[in-house]
């Protein structure tokens, strides 16, 4: 016997053993009217089941044990949330069990019900040490059935995404608009800067952008002094105006700059480079200040994208990568690969967690249509799922293998996953 209990949870729910000629450890005739539902809360395993013992139908719950004496050994028999388990299903009986009252507790053992088959293929699927199980085997499930639990998984993946969301939101008093700038600056990171890049949008806070609106190069300066790149001296005059403007800004707003030493250049293309971030996140701002509302209110992708195109990033890092040292021509705009990222784990991810806390529908199917309207991601990951046969053909679908890979593959939860169910129930 070398599986687990939730084995017997997905035999039980599925009916996948011999249930003909039924009967009790006692000899007692034996129906199954409904296996009931699975509870993934404390108590018993099924409830609302309904079964015949001889001539009596049973309303109740369901436990399941791979060994009668389980019962015993989770006290269960000093629980009266168990008073109501109308049958006891074990893969073997090695115990005689009673309620709480002193009745004997009816008991189907499954050890000679359960094919040998659908045993070896559990164990040589589902007790893999690979990190993606079937990889052999999930050719075979039909497309549908994986495009329909990849919706469950998107879903999930958003909703946990969105519980950060929400907690910033409600450190900043239910602001949107700076929760999402915080967001969009730590997305500008693009993971190696994200951490320097959302300390940076905590240093200098939307509204003081807004009194500065009108003045680009109070922008930049306030952009890359928090940032802490304006502590140098320069002979170059861009930065040292920014310098000069900064050192009034930082006093006029009580302004803490992070370390500079925290951005990270190194192994790094020079068009990654966080200054150049820096600059274009400065443009951005410059472009479109409270981009939340202008997010909300655009519907098209084309004009979602407009919004991060063409931005009027200084003239200065058309020949720079960073200060002190020129650089041949620089391309300044994001390439259409940042701002696709963009749209994916900022902006789609707001409309999702919007439509949740307003409980407004509309603004979830604006998230999931966007996501159905943008490439799917590149990675390792999505590779390795290409590879074994899956089509992913949009970040919907492939945002919904991060989170298969995530929680169920790297879980080893087969027995919670609609793909690894569906391969299982082939060998019936």
């Known amino acids: 016997m070398n599986f687990p209990e939730n084995f017997l949870h997905y035999v039980w729910q599925f009916r996948s053993f011999d249930f003909t000629a039924l009967q009790t450890i006692d000899g007692e005739e034996l129906k199954i009217i409904s296996p009931g539902l699975l509870n993934k809360n404390a108590g018993p395993d099924f409830c609302h089941a309904k079964i015949q013992i001889a001539d009596t139908v049973w309303a109740g719950n369901v436990e399941i044990h791979l060994k009668s004496s389980d019962w015993l050994k989770h006290n269960h028999q000093f629980d009266s949330a168990y008073e109501n388990v109308v049958l006891h299903v074990v893969y073997e009986h090695d115990a005689v069990i009673k309620r709480i009252d002193g009745s004997v507790l009816p008991v189907l053992e499954l050890k000679n019900r359960i094919a040998n088959s659908l045993i070896q293929k559990y164990e040589n699927l589902f007790l893999s040490l690979i990190d993606f199980p079937c990889v052999a085997q999930i050719q075979t499930v039909d497309q549908l059935i994986i495009d329909s639990f990849l919706s469950r998984t998107l879903v999930e993946r958003f909703e946990q995404k969105s519980h950060a969301v ?246 080893k939860k087969c027995l919670s996953c609609g793909i690894g169910i569906k391969i299982l129930k082939q060998t019936n």
Not at 283 to 299: E, G, P, Q, R, T
Request: glycine share 4%; net charge positive; proline share 3%.
């Open 166 to 411: 929400n907690e910033t939101l409600n450190e900043l008093n239910g602001n949107w608009d700076e929760t999402f700038y915080r967001f969009m600056a730590r997305n500008f990171g693009f993971k190696v800067n994200a951490l320097p890049f959302e300390l940076f949008a905590k240093a200098v806070s939307q509204h003081i952008y807004a009194k500065n609106k009108n003045n680009p190069l109070q922008i930049e300066a306030l952009v890359f002094g928090a940032a802490g790149f304006l502590n140098d001296h320069f002979e170059d005059e861009y930065p040292r105006k920014l310098k000069e403007e900064f050192k009034f800004l930082q006093k006029k707003y009580n302004i803490k700059p992070i370390a500079v030493s925290m951005w990270k250049f190194m192994r790094m293309r020079p068009q990654n480079f966080p200054t150049v971030r820096l600059a274009q996140f400065a443009a951005l701002i410059v472009k479109a200040n409270h981009l939340f509302s202008k997010v909300m209110d655009v519907k098209d992708v084309a004009q979602l994208r407009a919004l991060f195109e063409n931005l009027p990033v200084n003239d200065y890092w058309k020949t720079h990568y960073h200060f002190k040292k020129e650089s041949a021509s620089v391309n300044t705009q994001i390439g259409k690969a940042s701002v696709d990222n963009v749209l994916l784990n900022t902006v789609a991810l707001f409309l999702f967690a919007y439509g949740k806390h307003t409980n407004t529908q509309f603004y979830i199917n604006r998230a999931i249509k966007l996501l159905e309207s943008l490439p799917a991601e590149q990675n390792a990951v999505i590779d390795k799922f290409t590879g074994a046969g899956v089509e992913v053909k949009n970040a919907f679908a492939s945002q919904g293998i991060l989170q298969l890979k995530k929680q169920y593959c790297d879980e």
